[in-house]
C-alpha cells in the first residue's frame, strides 16, 4: 500500500483492499476497536442516525501491520537469510574441522 498513512477510508473502502465483505471488516474493526480502547474506529455520522464509521491508514497499520508489507521484499529478506545462513555452515564446518585437525596434531 502506497498511500499517505493519514489518509481516511471508510469500512467498505478497507473491506475492498484487504479482499473481505464490507460486513465482515466492520465486524473485524468493531472487535478490533473495541480491544484498543476505542483507537481505530471513528464514527462521522450524524448523533442519533446510524453511524459511518471511517478508519486511518495509520491505524490499521497498528493493527494490521501485515497489509503494509510488500510480498517481494519479505521474500528477497528471506532469501537473504537463507543465503546467510549457508555461508554461516560451511564456515562453522570448515571451523569445526580446523579445530579438530589442531587438537588432533
Do not use: C, Y
Request: aromatic share 4%; no cysteine; charged share 25%.
Amino acid at each position: 500500500m502506497s498511500a499517505k498513512l493519514t489518509k481516511v477510508l471508510t469500512v467498505a473502502e478497507v473491506a475492498a483492499i484487504a479482499g473481505w465483505d464490507r460486513r465482515r471488516m466492520l465486524r473485524h474493526l468493531l472487535r478490533v476497536d473495541h480491544e484498543t480502547g476505542g483507537l481505530i474506529l471513528r464514527n462521522i455520522g450524524q448523533p442519533g442516525r446510524r453511524p459511518r464509521w471511517t478508519v486511518t491508514l495509520a491505524a490499521l497499520q497498528q493493527v494490521a501491520p501485515q497489509w503494509f508489507t510488500d510480498p517481494e521484499s519479505v521474500q528477497a529478506r528471506l532469501e537473504a537469510l537463507e543465503s546467510e545462513t549457508k555461508h554461516l555452515r560451511r564456515l562453522l564446518s570448515t571451523l569445526g574441522r580446523t579445530v579438530h585437525d589442531l587438537t588432533a596434531a
